[in-house]
């Protein structure tokens, strides 16, 4: 790693991000993975945005299914975040409570869920946009997922 690299991913550890775990089916079976990378974009039309290391393979389930799920985390979700960020483990579903919502996996817990259709892909570097129409979003609770200097924080309201 360069001096650049090495000092950009400093800089960008500094700013909160929150935890999401972007989800679709492939060939019938669930397929996630962790982003932080993820903002919303629009009200009118609903839409968000993500973005995708280019080395995994959800860019191309993706584009297979054309739809995905957002699953923004609870607080209290860091194990499933890490599960889905691993490239080694072959059941990323395994041991979570989640159902399909619209043939899309949810996770059961999740802050929050978005279900997107309409995908457009853009070239970002290492990484690939994903710009993404909301057709149904629902909120579970107020505890948030984040990550901050490389560790993750169960964001809350202050009360």
């Given at each position: ?43 009118d ?6 973005a ?88 579970d ?19």
């Amino acid at each position: 790693m360069d001096e650049l690299e090495a000092s950009f991913r400093d800089a960008m550890a500094r700013v909160p991000a929150p935890v999401t775990v972007i989800t679709t089916s492939a060939d019938g079976q669930p397929t996630g993975t962790t982003v932080s990378a993820f903002a919303s974009l629009s009200i009118d039309p609903p839409m968000v945005v993500f973005a995708l290391d280019n080395r995994g393979g959800m860019i191309d389930r993706l584009r297979a299914s054309g739809r995905a799920g957002v699953n923004i985390l609870a607080g209290h979700q860091a194990d499933a975040a890490i599960k889905f960020a691993s490239r080694h483990t072959p059941d990323r579903f395994a041991d979570l409570d989640w159902t399909l919502d619209h043939d899309l996996p949810r996770l059961t817990e999740a802050a929050a869920w978005l279900r997107c259709e309409e995908l457009e892909f853009l070239p970002g570097g290492d990484h690939t946009v994903v710009v993404a129409t909301v057709v149904s979003a629902e909120t579970d609770g107020d505890s948030s997922l984040a990550y901050h200097l490389r560790e993750f924080k169960d964001v809350r309201p202050q009360r």
